[in-house]
């Protein structure tokens, strides 16, 4: 059974960089055809999909973060990782990580959220 | 890259069946049959119930199903139960290669 777990900072100052880990147990993260994505919710608010890295490391971002937000892999450590620069208070959500299935483009595996909070 | 349309909530008795719509263009929802479904309870992290359009996962309720018409989905609860309740949203993958997540439908089981 795959697990995710994110970790990072629950309070990031404004205008600084959002740096966040997902550990993924379970299984391999550099086995299989998944792409490792990463999802945010604002408190009360819908999803949004942030962006998400392949095995060999290609990037997508969401067009509306592309200039602010990284994301890359790190298979000897089986964890992906987000970075979200010169955040603002609208950055404050629940950032979730998550498996994708290439075909079909699904997630089908989530960790349980982190909530991190913008703040000057 | 816009989100997908739901309505903000849907109601149903227990027993009833209820439909969820979900609108985009032809760029996401209409261009592929690439179409999925998460229910969400509070304070929990989404679960994905619908892939392809119309197909379940292992474990899924058959309550649950799915369709597409054009560049609108639906997702339809049959038998609804209290335990439904939830907010539910719809997601597609994009002509860009992206996803795209719907704006959530909470749905109340009255």
């Known amino acids: 059974q795959v697990q995710l777990q994110e970790s990072g900072p629950g309070l990031v100052k404004t205008s600084q960089t959002l740096s966040l880990t997902c550990t993924v147990s379970?299984?391999?993260?550099?086995?299989?055809?998944?792409?490792w994505s990463w999802i945010r919710q604002p408190a009360g608010k819908g999803l949004e999909w942030i962006g998400r890295v392949y095995t060999s490391g290609s990037t997508s971002y969401n067009p509306s973060l592309k200039n602010r937000v990284s994301i890359s892999i790190d298979t000897s450590e089986n964890q992906f990782s987000l970075k979200v620069n010169s955040v603002t208070a609208a950055d404050t959500a629940v950032y979730y990580c998550?498996?994708?299935?290439?075909?079909?483009?699904?997630?089908?595996?989530w960790g349980q959220g982190t909530l991190v909070t913008v703040s000057s | 890259q816009s989100a997908l349309t739901q309505p903000a909530s849907v109601s149903g008795s227990p027993g009833q069946s209820i439909t969820i719509s979900c609108a985009g263009t032809?760029?996401?929802?209409?261009?592929?049959?690439?179409v999925s479904w998460y229910q969400q309870d509070p304070g929990k992290a989404p679960k994905l119930i619908i892939y392809d359009v119309s197909n379940r996962p292992s474990g899924i309720s058959t309550r649950f199903s799915g369709s597409k018409s054009g560049n609108s989905a639906s997702l339809t609860i049959s038998g609804l139960l209290p335990e439904d309740e939830a907010d539910y949203y719809c997601s597609s993958y994009t002509s860009s290669s992206t996803y795209v997540f719907g704006t959530g439908t909470k749905v109340n089981v009255l």
């Open positions: 998550a498996r994708a299935t290439v075909i079909p483009p699904a997630m089908d595996y």
């Open positions: 379970g299984g391999s993260i550099s086995r299989g055809s998944y792409y």
């Open positions: 032809s760029s996401d929802v209409g261009g592929f049959n690439y």
